[in-house]
C-alpha cells in the first residue's frame, strides 16, 4: 500500500509548508513538492486534504487506564482508552504501570503489559510509578529501563498510598541520573495537605470544592521547589507532571532562569477549566453541589487567573508540554464514593479524546502558534520521552503517525459523540471548531470522519530510548 495525502498544509513544530506526504511499509517515506507529483509516482490511496493541515500524531504522556485508585478502577481499558485517544487524533500513549508497595516493578511492568496487550488500538509505552526504593531496588530500576520504561514517577503526596520520603526520592534520582532514566514528580506536599483534609472534613465540609481548600497552591509550590532542589542536589533533570498554578510555574522558571534541566507539563483541565467548576451547580439542577464532583482531580483545579499564567508558560517554552493526566470515573457508582466526603471522590477527569479539539481553540485565539501546538502536544513529548523522531514529526523515514487536521470541523465535545466511557463529558454542550478527519497510526488509516476503521490489539507496545536532552 503507498498511501498519498495531498494538497494539504504540513505543519511541524518548527515549519509550515505545503507539501504531499507519501506513506508505505508504515512509514512517511518522501515529502514532495504537488507540481512534482507526476515523477514521485502512483498510490495505492489518496486522500485529498484541500484547506487541511498535515499533522504528527499527538503523544499523550500521561495517561492512567485501567487503573486501580481510590478503591476502585478508572473506567477506560486500554481498548476504549486507545479508541477514545485515536478519535482525537492521539496516536501515542504513556501510561503508568504502578508497583504494588512491597511488590516489585518487574511485577508492575507485566501487570501493566497484560492489561495493555491485545487491547491497545494505538502504540503506547509506560512510565514507572516507584511506590518504594529501597537500596536493593535500585537494581531493578536499571533492568526496567532496558525493557524501554525510561521514566519513573513519584509522589509527594498521597501519604500512606503513593508518598515516598525524601531519602527515597533522592535515591532514586541519583540512580535515574546513572541509568539514563528521566523522574517525573507529583510535586504537592502531601503531609500538610493531609491534615487540612482531615480538618475540612471534621468542620463538616464535605462537599467536592473542599479538593482544592484543602490543597492550596503553596503545597504545589513547594512541592515543586523541593523536587527541582532534589533534582539539583542529584544534578538530574526533572519533569514536573501535571502543573496546575502559578506559583509552582515561577518555581520552575526560577530553575529553568539558573540552567537547570526542569521540565513541566500541564493538562487542559488547569487551562480550561477553574475550581468554579469544582462549586458544582445551584441546587435542584444536576447534582446541585455534587456536579463538582465531575472535575475532581489532584492536583485541583485552580482559580481562573491561573489560567493566563499557564498560557503564557506555554508560549515562553517555561512549561513543554500539554498531556492530558486522562483518568475517568463515572459519577455513578464511581465518584459518588464520595458523596458526604470529598476526599473520597476518585481523583481524576476524562480527556484522552478532547486534547487536540481544546488546543486548537489556542490556536483559533492565537494564544499559541500552530507550530507550538504541534510542538506540545507531539514533538515534545517525543523528545522528553526518548521517541523521537520515530514519533512526533513529520519527516522522511518516522513512523507514519499522520492526523488530517480540518481546521473548519465543528464538532461537540459532549458525552454522546465521545468514546471515552466516563458516564459524562467535562465540556457538555462546546462545540469547538477544528478536528481530525483522518487518522493514520505506523500507516494504517484508523479513523475517518469519526469512524473507527481499525481494530484493537493492533498498537505496539514502544521501547523508549533514555534521556538525551
Ligand atoms: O487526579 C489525578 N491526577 N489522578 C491521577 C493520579 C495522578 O496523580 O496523576
Ligand atoms: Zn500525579
Ligand atoms: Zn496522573
Given at each position: ?211 482544592a481548600l484543602s ?18 542536589m542529584a544534578k ?189 463529558a467535562a465540556f ?42
Open positions: 500500500m503507498r498511501t498519498l495525502i495531498k494538497n494539504g498544509t504540513v505543519v511541524t513544530a518548527s515549519d509550515t509548508f505545503v507539501a504531499d506526504v507519501w506513506i508505505e511499509g508504515g512509514r512517511i517515506v518522501a515529502l514532495t513538492h504537488p507540481a512534482g507529483r507526476e515523477r514521485a509516482g502512483s498510490p495505492t490511496r489518496e486522500i485529498d486534504a484541500t484547506g487541511q493541515y498535515i499533522i504528527p500524531g499527538g503523544i499523550d504522556a500521561h495517561t492512567h487506564l485501567d487503573m486501580p485508585f481510590g478503591g476502585t478502577n478508572s473506567v477506560d481499558d486500554f481498548e476504549s482508552g486507545t479508541v477514545a485517544a485515536a478519535h482525537g487524533g492521539t496516536t501515542t500513549i504513556i501510561d503508568f504501570a504502578i508497583q504494588k508497595k512491597g511488590g516489585t516493578l518487574t511485577e508492575a511492568l507485566d501487570t501493566w503489559h497484560a492489561k495493555a496487550e491485545g487491547k491497545a488500538a494505538i502504540d503506547y509505552g509506560f512510565h514507572m510509578i516507584a511506590t518504594d526504593v529501597p537500596p536493593n531496588q535500585l537494581e531493578e530500576m536499571a533492568k526496567i529501563v532496558r525493557e524501554g520504561v525510561t521514566s519513573f514517577k513519584l509522589f509527594m503526596a498521597y501519604p500512606g498510598v503513593l508518598l515516598l520520603d525524601d531519602q527515597s526520592i533522592f535515591r532514586a534520582m541519583l540512580r535515574a541520573g546513572e541509568i539514563g532514566a528521566l523522574i517525573c514528580m507529583h510535586a504537592e506536599h502531601g503531609l500538610p495537605i493531609d491534615v487540612l483534609v482531615q480538618r475540612a472534613l471534621a468542620e463538616g465540609h464535605t462537599a467536592p470544592v473542599w479538593h490543597r492550596p497552591e503553596v503545597a504545589e509550590a513547594t512541592g515543586t521547589e523541593r523536587a527541582i532542589a532534589l533534582a539539583e538530574v533533570p526533572v519533569y514536573i507532571v501535571h502543573l496546575s498554578a502559578q506559583r509552582a510555574l515561577e518555581r520552575v522558571m526560577e530553575a529553568r532562569d539558573r540552567g537547570l534541566p526542569a521540565y513541566a507539563e500541564t493538562c487542559p483541565q488547569y487551562l480550561f477549566c477553574s475550581e468554579d467548576d469544582l462549586r458544582g451547580k445551584p441546587e435542584g439542577e444536576g447534582e446541585g453541589e455534587f456536579e463538582g464532583a465531575k472535575f475532581v482531580c489532584t492536583p485541583p483545579l485552580r482559580p481562573k487567573h491561573h489560567q493566563e499564567h499557564l498560557w503564557r508558560g506555554l508560549r515562553n517554552h517555561d512549561l513543554q508540554v500539554v498531556s492530558t493526566d486522562h483518568c475517568p470515573f463515572c459519577m455513578k457508582g464511581q465518584k459518588e464514593l464520595g458523596r458526604g466526603d470529598f476526599s473520597k471522590i476518585p481523583n481524576g477527569m476524562p480527556g484522552i479524546e478532547t486534547r487536540l479539539h481544546l488546543l486548537w481553540e489556542a490556536v483559533r485565539e492565537r494564544k499559541i502558534s500552530m507550530n507550538r501546538f504541534v510542538e506540545i502536544t507531539s514533538t515534545a513529548p517525543a523528545k522528553i520521552f526518548g521517541l523521537y523522531p520515530r514519533k512526533g514529526n513529520i519527516c522522511i523515514g518516522a513512523d507514519a503517525d499522520v492526523v488530517v487536521w480540518d481546521p473548519e470541523k465543528r464538532f461537540e465535545l459532549s458525552h454522546k459523540n465521545l468514546h471515552m466511557r466516563a458516564d459524562y457538555e454542550g462546546k462545540t469547538v471548531i477544528g478536528a481530525p478527519s483522518h487518522v493514520f497510526s505506523r500507516g494504517e488509516l484508523i479513523v475517518e470522519h469519526d469512524k473507527f476503521l481499525s481494530r484493537p490489539g493492533r498498537g505496539h507496545f514502544l521501547r523508549r530510548g533514555t534521556f538525551s536532552l
